[in-house]
């Protein structure tokens, strides 16, 4: 299947501060990318889907200025999430999905720990 | 609302046994419907869609719209199929992808 591949895996940053995390499709074009929020021992949750070259869907709940989509490009995609706080330590998941297609693949995560 | 249940957090069948993990969902339009598994400290990975009518790793999953199910079944569990497994609901409307709570597997030697 086609790769995913997510940077970085881990970090833990200061309150307050901003942190950005890639999603890469490193064999296709990603025309829709999706980014999930994974509570410990929880489901995915749906935050924003994200077509290149257009602004976000954020999901109901999700704060747009919160949590910064930008997809730029049909390989990469980016998640800011800006001043964070405690409450914003979670593992963060990216999909994606080329035209045409309906499956997605997914990306290993990303753990955030905000201090 | 568009939801997906799996009403097991936990199942735990002996090696042989038989598995059937449950998925149930409420959708207005025509779903598409997936199972995604995650296995230990690996990413989340596609086991099979409705769609193909596959079977993988000899698991199979029959779209019932009568009873809104797309239960995932294996006649014989193997120890290596113990893993976290979501149902999962592609809204062809919105373009986006529901998961379901997830029902972690344990296959007992």
């Known amino acids: 299947g086609a790769v995913v591949s997510q940077h970085p895996s881990r970090v833990i940053c200061k309150s307050g501060t901003s942190v950005k995390i890639e999603c890469r499709s490193l064999?296709?074009?990603?025309?829709?990318m999706f980014w999930y929020r994974q509570f410990p021992k929880q489901s995915l949750m749906l935050m924003a889907t994200s077509n290149e070259g257009s602004k976000a869907t954020y999901e109901q709940g999700v704060e747009k200025d919160k949590f910064l989509i930008n997809h730029a490009s049909l390989t990469l995609s980016t998640l800011t999430v800006t001043s964070a706080h405690p409450e914003d330590s979670s593992f963060y998941i990216c999909s994606a999905r080329g035209r045409g297609v309906t499956e997605a693949f997914f990306g290993q995560g990303t753990r955030l720990t905000v201090v | 609302a568009q939801r997906v249940t799996q009403p097991e957090k936990l199942l735990s069948v002996f090696k042989g046994a038989p598995v059937e993990l449950k998925c149930n969902y409420s959708y207005s339009g025509s779903p598409e419907l997936f199972w995604y598994v995650q296995y230990s400290r690996q990413r989340l990975q596609l086991l099979l869609r409705h769609i193909s009518r596959e079977s993988i790793k000899g698991f199979t999953a029959d779209l019932n719209k009568g009873e809104t199910s797309f239960h995932l079944k294996k006649p014989f569990a193997q120890e290596e199929d113990s893993a976290m497994y979501y149902c999962a609901l592609r809204e062809t409307s919105y373009d986006k992808v529901i998961f379901g709570p997830g029902t972690s597997l344990s296959v007992i030697p």
């Open positions: 064999d296709f074009q990603a025309t829709t």
